[in-house]
């Protein structure tokens, strides 16, 4: 089993900042990539950023020196640092990660959806 819990979302000024966090809990053999998407109602959910076991981080352009994403892996949690959020950053956030989980002999791999977080960015 692979559960998630997600937290930091909600209501900010143009500007603000907010910090997600997802922490990822279960039979968990090793979480390899960990990413947070978002979407938008009759859009396609689109990624944002993504990192690595190793910390190699990936950005789509439109957060690029806005959003910062980290883990810790001693805690299974992955966060999202956003700064200087405007209104095309509302959506729902949703934490991934690909993650091996059970026995370690015969574990599963898989990639595991978190249940979403609204951030809503409006004056």
């Known amino acids: 089993q692979v559960e998630f819990a997600e937290s930091g979302g909600g209501f900010v000024q143009p500007g603000g900042s907010l910090r997600l966090s997802c922490v990822v809990s279960?039979?968990?053999?090793?979480?390899?990539?960990l990413g947070w998407y978002r979407q938008i109602p009759g859009s396609q959910r689109e990624l944002v950023a993504n990192?690595?076991?190793?910390?190699?981080?990936f950005y789509v352009d439109s957060v690029k020196g806005r959003f910062t994403i980290s883990r810790d892996n001693a805690k299974n949690t992955v966060y999202l640092q956003m700064t200087n959020l405007n209104p095309e950053d509302t959506a729902v956030y949703y934490c991934?990660?690909?993650?091996?989980?059970?026995?370690?002999?015969?574990?599963?791999?898989?990639?595991?959806w978190g249940p979403g977080t609204q951030v809503t960015v409006s004056s």
């Open positions: 990192i690595d076991y190793d910390g190699s981080a």
């Open positions: 279960g039979n968990i053999v090793k979480i390899y990539g």
């Open positions: 991934n990660a690909d993650v091996s989980w059970g026995a370690i002999a015969m574990a599963a791999r898989d990639t595991y």
